[in-house]
């Protein structure tokens, strides 16, 4: 196999990223927007049948239902899939129909807009504060705080998990992470909750631009074509036309490229190699305004260099296991250095492997809460903050979703951070205790 080729990279001395083509950067939000993106429906604009028949008689007869309806009457549907299941007809599925030609949309108020309004029942809540840029990550002090990417993107310093929620009962507890404060939204495509997620995001009331969406391409869906269309499904699933990042989910690959479909990458590959294909896939959906931000998931300090040899855009985030009992100290001054956000996950702990501990029983988290009048879950939070590490804490218990966010009003000391640093064994609890290093 012919080796794979480095592709030009922009020079050492300019630290930022190249501007995407036909890209405008939005000064009020500090997002950087398509500027050729997709005209937006208005919600009173009428909606037409094309006269044209489907392969699918499915699809014929849910726009059908839409004839002579606005825009926010066909989203108030429910149609039959093929399957007989029923589902909820919303924004992706009309662009889809309007694509297809099966549908038409007329008329309308300009700027009445289905990315601002509220198209299906909704909580009403109000814009929040707009997100505030922070030197790092410890010095934010709400939910609106968070830390500008390379790419211009605000990545907030607190979101909201989703692992382990499935689409018929993500929704809930995303409300009420919305309705708490939280602007960033975590989820994954193997997590198979993004429709869940995307509804719910929808149901807020508020808009687009308020909310950070952060998903993953799986390892099966490696390989340049493959995370095109992983990237298709997901922006559809959710509803979108875009998603804030976009991240490898997992070191190496069960489908490499370019082989052919089915087969295993070759054991010499390094995973620089098994990822270039997917991760060439993300750099081209980023210059398309697809995705705001990209970055990996669960790579170590040689994954990073290794992916840093072939990229032409860096990593602008490493989402990983970090919490007391892994203190990853090595790969945070490494992610640091190279202008790499940190995002932690299992700050309060994973029932992943048998081995799982209490953190809140801690002896150090113990007594710093009593000497803050805190919860350990806010000491554990806010240890990870000022490490330097972003946090995506999960709770489906609203009481919970609330305490996880109010961890701005303390701060710990110095020998406070130090006894809950000696907690580190190295030991693992996700993935079921495996090393992501152990991936060659």
Not at 54 to 83: F, I
Not at 194 to 200: C, D, L, S, T, Y
Not at 343 to 365: I, K, M, N, R, T
Request: net charge positive; hydrophobic share 35%; proline share 5%.
């Amino acid at each position: 196999m012919p080796a794979l080729k480095r592709r030009a990279s922009p020079s050492a001395a300019e630290p930022q990223v190249k501007k995407r083509k036909g890209v405008t950067t939005s000064l009020s939000s500090g997002f950087l927007a398509p500027a050729t993106a997709k005209a937006a429906f208005p919600v009173d604009a009428k909606v037409k049948r094309i006269p044209t028949k489907s392969k699918s008689a499915y699809l014929d007869k849910r726009c059908d239902r839409c004839e002579g309806k606005t825009v926010q009457d066909c989203l108030k549907l429910q149609y039959t899939k093929a399957n007989g299941e029923k589902a909820n007809y919303t924004l992706a599925d009309l662009r889809y129909d309007v694509g297809a030609k099966r549908l038409s949309v007329t008329g309308g108020t300009p700027g009445l807009s289905s990315r601002n309004a509220c198209l299906a029942p909704s909580l009403g809540l109000a814009k929040g504060p707009p997100l505030s840029v922070c030197k790092d990550v410890s010095a934010a002090a709400s939910l609106a705080g968070g830390v500008r990417l390379r790419s211009g993107t605000i990545m907030p310093a607190v979101g909201f998990g989703t692992y382990k929620l499935k689409d018929d009962e993500v929704a809930g507890p995303v409300l009420k992470a919305l309705k708490a404060g939280y602007r960033l939204i975590d989820t994954a495509q193997v997590y198979e909750n993004e429709k869940g997620v995307g509804e719910a995001i929808r149901r807020s009331g508020l808009g687009r631009g308020d909310v950070f969406i952060e998903t993953k391409v799986w390892r099966s869906s490696h390989g340049y074509d493959r995370t095109i269309e992983a990237c298709r499904k997901s922006l559809r699933k959710l509803g979108v036309e875009y998603v804030d990042l976009y991240v490898i989910h997992w070191p190496g690959c069960k489908t490499g490229w370019p082989l052919a479909r089915g087969t295993c990458c070759p054991k010499d590959w390094t995973p620089a190699m098994r990822d270039t294909g997917t991760y060439r896939a993300m750099e081209d959906l980023y210059d398309q305004g697809k995705v705001k931000a990209i970055g990996v998931t669960n790579y170590s300090v040689r994954h990073l260099k290794q992916l840093l040899k072939t990229c032409r855009i860096k990593p602008m985030v490493n989402q990983v296991e970090f919490h007391p009992r892994l203190v990853q100290s090595e790969l945070l001054a490494f992610c640091k250095k190279e202008g790499i956000a940190v995002q932690a996950y299992a700050s309060l702990g994973s029932g992943d492997a048998g081995q799982a501990e209490s953190f809140f029983a801690f002896p150090p988290v113990q007594e710093a809460a009593k000497s803050h009048k805190v919860t350990p879950a806010q000491v554990l939070l806010r240890w990870a903050i000022q490490k330097g590490c972003h946090i995506v804490p999960k709770s489906v218990r609203e009481e919970r979703v609330k305490e996880n966010a109010g961890i701005f009003k303390f701060k710990l000391s110095a020998g406070e951070m130090k006894a809950i640093d000696g907690l580190h064994t190295g030991t693992r609890y996700a993935w079921k205790g495996l090393d992501p290093d152990s991936i060659k």
